[in-house]
């Protein structure tokens, strides 16, 4: 069975950071692509970051990009999402996501974990 546990969120000051993680088990983690996603209130769920199997590769929304860093270690089946200079606009549900290809669609991700909750304050 496919579990993706996010960890690590919380409440923190506008300019702070938070670093996400997300463990993952009953699959073999190499062979994914990971993504990290979000879903904020009267919003609708929206891509974050993206990472390739060997971790070479990242993508992100212009909204996050120069502030946001997804980060993998397949020794360890975790994902991770650094996220700087926070702001109130970033306060969301944060999930992870393993998909078979590169994707900004959440259409695309096969598994997905329960999410973590961040919130922002100003």
């Known amino acids: 069975q496919v579990q993706l546990v996010e960890s690590g969120g919380g409440l923190v000051q506008a300019g702070g950071s938070l670093r996400l993680s997300c463990a993952a088990s009953?699959?073999?983690?190499?062979?994914?692509?990971m993504g990290w996603f979000r879903h904020a209130p009267v919003k609708e769920r929206e891509f974050v970051a993206t990472?390739?199997?060997?971790?070479?590769?990242?993508y992100y929304a212009d909204s996050v990009k120069g502030r946001f860093t997804i980060s993998r270690d397949n020794a360890k089946n975790t994902v991770y999402l650094q996220m700087n200079s926070l702001k109130p606009e970033d306060t969301a549900v944060y999930y992870c996501a393993a998909g078979r290809s590169k994707s900004y669609s959440s259409n695309d991700y096969n598994y997905w974990g329960q999410g973590t909750q961040v919130t922002v304050s100003s």
């Open positions: 990472i390739n199997r060997s971790g070479g590769m990242t």
């Open positions: 009953g699959l073999t983690f190499n062979l994914y692509v």
